[in-house]
């Protein structure tokens, strides 16, 4: 699919369809990823969202909106969830699921926090937490591209085993030079880590590069706080609030 088509797809009238769970991945202690069949998925961008909707026995219903992790190129689509304690959905999803069960979904939706490699760049990608996940989205598409340039991925985590996708983003990173990661740990190194610690702040944005010069394309996505955080950080150091897209979760989206 072209990326018109999938532009044009958005904003078709959205259907709920059905999706089969066909792979599950253990990412981290309170995280999986979900690979999904949908018969008649008609494309979608990097970035993009779905609705999903789980119906209980007695008929009770629950929806959430979760991003997509997967690129366009995939054939099943996938889903990363974080486990949520008082969440109404995202529990069942990391401890009940199985491979064979099937759920409602509708999409894609969304049209403004997207990337693709014909957008160019340099695409400047900021995650906190599960935020990573279309950003991952982004990564994945560009890693499937041969026009890949140069980007940067700025992901803060808890602690190393909290790190989504650890294994697979430094995998990309060995595979093409021009793609730099930059992880930060907030609460807990390990024994010899010689990465960043604490926080993203003004000073680690002004160090990761992309200065406003290079009119880098930014995305920001994980916890309001820090979104609103990173924004107002990244307008001070003097990139242009247009440039800056923002993307945002909280507690009671689980």
């Not at 779905?50 to 009770?60: K, P, Q």
């Amino acid at each position: 699919m072209t990326v018109i088509e999938a532009e044009a797809s958005h904003v078709r009238r959205l259907e709920w369809q059905r999706a089969v769970v066909r792979e599950i991945v253990v990412e981290t202690p309170r995280v999986k990823s979900f690979s999904l069949q949908v018969e008649n998925w008609r494309g979608h961008l990097p970035g993009q969202h779905v609705d999903i909707r789980l119906t209980a026995e007695d008929g009770h219903r629950a929806q959430r909106s979760y991003s997509l992790a997967s690129p366009p190129e995939d054939e099943l689509l996938t889903l990363t969830v974080e486990r949520v304690d008082d969440g109404e959905v995202s529990p069942y999803f990391v401890d009940d699921v199985r491979i064979g069960d099937q759920f409602e979904l509708r999409g894609p939706i969304g049209g403004y926090f997207v990337w693709t490699v014909g957008m160019g760049g340099p695409p400047c990608l900021i995650a906190g937490g599960s935020g990573i996940a279309p950003l991952m989205a982004m990564l994945r598409h560009r890693d499937r591209s041969n026009d890949r340039g140069v980007a940067l991925l700025l992901y803060s985590s808890r602690c190393l085993q909290d790190i989504i996708y650890r294994d697979e983003l430094d995998a990309m990173a060995r595979r093409n030079s021009e793609l730099r990661i930059i992880h930060t740990l907030t609460r807990k190194q390990p024994e010899g880590w010689v990465g960043h610690r604490g926080r993203i702040n003004k000073a680690l944005l002004a160090e990761a590069g992309f200065p406003p010069e290079r009119n880098p394309k930014i995305y920001v996505c994980g916890p309001t706080p820090f979104v609103e955080d990173i924004s107002r950080s990244l307008v001070e150091l003097g990139h242009d609030p247009l440039t800056i897209k923002t993307e945002r979760f909280g507690p009671s989206g689980g």
